[in-house]
């Protein structure tokens, strides 16, 4: 009996109109371009406007990108995954609202979140339900509002975060391709360095949480840089060894657009020179649950069939880990 594996068969994108530049945050908060661009790498970032636009807005327009330049058809999608931090609504599920607005009825769907391992984490959910054999065609969609969660008067996340969506097919592969292997961890240590405070079951809405700005991202920056240079780089590193990889082996590096330097950190770990780590952190910043399938995206025509490729992904909770997956058609 042939083994089933969960193959990438197409990808879209949607970034909002509106680029957000290192010149303007300087009308904003106490920075300037080279102080910006030297310790993240970002240049400027995409920010969703216009009332009543969340991230299920995002969230269709990068789906029905893809089922447009795929030609597939909405009603044959068997599940829809929405990997967000950043929900339309709590308890109202996002991603049912993005399968009705797109036509996909015979789809169920859920959100999940872990934060800017989202994706990461997604790509595992969705390959699992592929190999089961139970499901054909599965719609994972990585899309963060993160402009709504975020204090433009705090100079240590408005510089960093950006909002954008991406979407990417899983659907049965025969060849040996599709996702290989992958290693996910997470330690709830994460919650005292990176989180919103309010809003939850530990401490509900008030009007005193929300002039306390509560509601908010808040980032302990150097403990989580720390965690997530030594965690992003050692599993990468694990998939090559387990694997039995070297560097010549990799075709491409995916790794969540944080901080540059995280980036350059986890590439030297792993042995792989530029040309062969995606990255897209100055045109759009962190757009946490989007930021692997906007690089599947922007890099799509570079892609061949049977290249390798090593996903890494680290995000708050703490959550992280990498996946490695052979890619599976020309574009």
Known sequence: MTKISAAITAVGKYVPDYILTNKELETLVETNDDW?????????RRILKGEGLGTSYMAIKAAEELL????????DIDMIIVATATPDLMVASTAAYVASEIGAKNSFAYDLQAACSSFLYGMSTAASYIESGRYKKILLIGA????????????????????????????????????????????????????????????????????AKKHFVYQEGRTVFKYAVSNMADVSE????RNQLTENDIQWLVPHQANKRIIEATANRVGVGPEKVMMNIHKYGNTTSATLPLLLADYENQLKKGDNLIFAAFGGGFTWGAIYLKWAYNS
Request: proline fraction near 3%; charged fraction near 30%; charge should be negative.
């Open 36 to 44: 910006i661009t030297s310790r993240t790498g970002i240049k400027e």
């Open 68 to 75: 447009q330049k795929s030609n597939t058809k909405a009603e």
């Open 144 to 211: 963060d509002k993160m402009s709504s969660i975020i204090d433009y008067s705090d100079r240590a996340t408005c510089i960093i975060f950006g909002d954008g969506a991406g979407a990417a097919l899983f659907e049965p592969n025969e060849e040996g391709l599709g996702l290989q292997d992958e290693y996910l961890r997470s330690d709830g240590i994460g919650r005292d360095f990176l989180r919103i405070e309010a809003g939850g079951s530990i401490m509900p809405p008030t009007l005193e949480t929300v002039k």
């Open 238 to 241: 694990k998939m090559l060894t």
